[in-house]
């Protein structure tokens, strides 16, 4: 299966971290991808991981792979107000040749001032 | 900006209307996509386009035709619709050779059908 899955929403206090996380069934190879989303505009990619590493550190953000647990999360150190977004996670299978990602349901986060 | 232009941002038609939304990469990519975002469903792929052949259409209704003249411009041509389609209408292009694929979004047509 192809089913990605993330929690629907997340609260935190501005120079907290926060941290977004996402599930996902497919253990092909394949790369995983966080984009975030501000109101009334398209995707932006962020970052992304291949599945045969465990981590992944971007300045403010880190990614962590748990292939065993099929587990992805993002880590946002020192959020902002700025930050507040959807973040989707999202797979792309290489063996199958696909070109289209699979995405989650999206985590609404709310950073508080 | 991610080089990735959609027209209009957004539109409001009625069921019996026919209209189009375009996108344009200017990336030199070769795979470009349509995407639908709802509110009651995640992020649903539409159509795939590599070196402007068609080579994914995910079941969608007739009532929905895209059109790739090159690489560089997606089209996404509108048919009788009815309420439950609108949604923002997402459109990406990737480099198109394999491999990791990235794909950039363009802000979306946020479509509504009355």
């Known amino acids: 299966g192809e089913d990605v899955e993330q929690s629907l929403f997340l609260s935190v206090r501005e120079g907290d971290s926060s941290v977004i996380n996402c599930t996902y069934t497919?253990?092909?190879?394949?790369?995983l991808y966080w984009y975030k989303q501000e109101p009334g505009a398209g995707l932006q990619l962020l970052t992304y991981?291949?599945?045969?590493?465990d981590m992944k550190q971007d300045q403010r953000l880190t990614v962590l792979l748990n292939k065993k647990d099929k587990h992805l999360s993002l880590r946002i150190a020192d959020t902002q107000t700025g930050d507040s977004a959807i973040y989707f996670c999202?797979?792309?299978?290489?063996?199958?040749?696909?070109?289209?990602?699979?995405f989650g349901s999206g985590t609404r986060l709310q950073v508080q001032p | 900006e991610t080089g990735v232009t959609q027209t209009p941002r957004h539109l409001v038609m009625g069921m019996t209307n026919k209209k189009s939304l375009k996108c344009e990469q200017h990336?030199?990519?070769?795979?470009m996509y349509w995407y639908k975002q709802s509110a009651k469903k995640p992020l649903e792929l539409m159509f795939v386009?590599?070196?402007?052949?068609?080579?994914e259409n995910n079941s969608v209704p007739s009532r929905f035709s895209p059109e790739c003249p090159n690489s560089s411009h997606l089209f996404l041509h509108l048919h009788t619709l009815q309420p439950e389609d609108s949604a923002l209408y997402l459109c990406?292009?990737?480099?198109?050779?394999?491999?990791?694929?990235?794909?950039?979004f363009g802000p979306g047509t946020r479509l509504l059908v009355l």
């Open positions: 497919d253990s092909s190879s394949t790369y």
């Open positions: 999202a797979e792309t299978h290489l063996d199958t040749g696909r070109r289209a990602l699979t």
């Open positions: 990406a292009s990737s480099q198109g050779e394999g491999g990791q694929e990235t794909q950039y």
């Open positions: 990336l030199g990519h070769n795979a």
């Open positions: 991981i291949f599945s045969n590493m």
């Open positions: 386009y590599n070196f402007k052949e068609q080579t």
